[in-house]
């Protein structure tokens, strides 16, 4: 079968769920408040690796759907996306760096999604004319990269995934250009079963160095399909790194985290961020870990690791910029510094703050 074929058996109303997961029918009126707010989406494969009998398994918690996502804590735009659009579907935060969302459709929409807004919903967002963004891109010589995001990237159709390349690979300012897509984690079958696309990503691959960017956040996640999508990415010259979220009830333990990225460095996956779950509405109070809990968590699963492993680093994404989070002292001040800033005088910069046990965000 077309992958599009595939992905059009997708799980996406309670009663196909009920199938799988008869307990689903618990919820009733509630689930389907969920549903009419924010649509669901799961892969059948993905849906395979949960365990129906286990009300907390973690695959489950990441893909289906529950009364805690009407928590309205939180705000929709958590790192000032708005801000930073440069034109419809671009933006331009960072100097070197443009990030285009190419589109607001996924293999599955993740229930801790941070673009929650968005995805799967209306495209506003989303680019509306490639040919404006790439010459945006020329007129910049400063951006040396671009990130195709969404949404997920590969849910592109393929004649569009090579027209973003065509025009992007021209460039002789850009060093390279990233994917951001979760179809080796959650749809492998997009990698897999397009023979055609994988063409087209060697093609291109010889001409300017292409990066792609995933999301394994549970070791459950590495199947014996995903890890065939990886390494076919990987024979096509491809780069793949992976940044894990922190997810409460998903991977918020040393042991678990662990075995995660020994298993990256295995397959040759390289470990890029761990990031802290951001206060999304109808994820905040779900899925977020305290920052004090979180840093202890990641040091612990970073001592199980050799020196490849450790490579990562632990940050937030907040309208600032994108903030390592370094370390905690006994008086309970937690030290950050600016990995990447909005404003270049902040760049590098470390400093400290106190941070309560419960706190789980910093602004």
Known sequence: MRWEEILAGNVTTLDELSASIPQINEYGDIASKVLNKYPMSIPRYYLSLVNPDDANDPIRKMCIPSFLEMDLAGTFDTSGESSNTKLQGLQHKYPQTVLMLSTNRCAMYCRYCFRK???????????????????????????????????????????????????????????????GTKTPVVFPQRILEDSRLQDILREYGHKKQIYIVTQFNHPRELTEDSISAVRCLQGLGLIVKNQTVLLKGVNDCPETLARLFRRFTELGIIPYYIFQCRPVTGVMNQFQVPLQAGYDIIEQAKAMQNGNG??????????????????????????????????????????????????????
């Not at 790439?134 to 195709?148: C, D, F, G, Q, W």
């Not at 090579?162 to 002789?172: F, M, P, Q």
């Not at 950050?336 to 404003?343: S, T």
């Open 117 to 179: 807004r968005m995805v799967g919903s209306g495209t506003q967002e989303v680019v509306a004319d490639i040919k404006e963004a790439i010459s945006y891109i020329l007129k910049h010589e400063e951006i040396t990269n671009v990130l195709i995001s969404g949404g997920d990237s590969f849910l592109l159709d393929t004649d569009i995934i090579r027209e973003y390349l065509d025009s992007l690979s021209a460039i002789g300012h850009l060093d390279y250009i990233r994917f």
């Open 310 to 363: 450790k490579c990562f680093r632990f940050v937030l994404s907040n309208p600032d910029g994108k903030i390592e989070i370094l370390g905690r002292t006994a008086d309970g001040q937690m030290v950050f510094k600016y990995h990447q800033a909005k404003d270049p005088d902040n760049l590098g910069r470390v400093f400290q703050r106190e941070v309560g046990p419960d706190i789980c965000w910093i602004e």
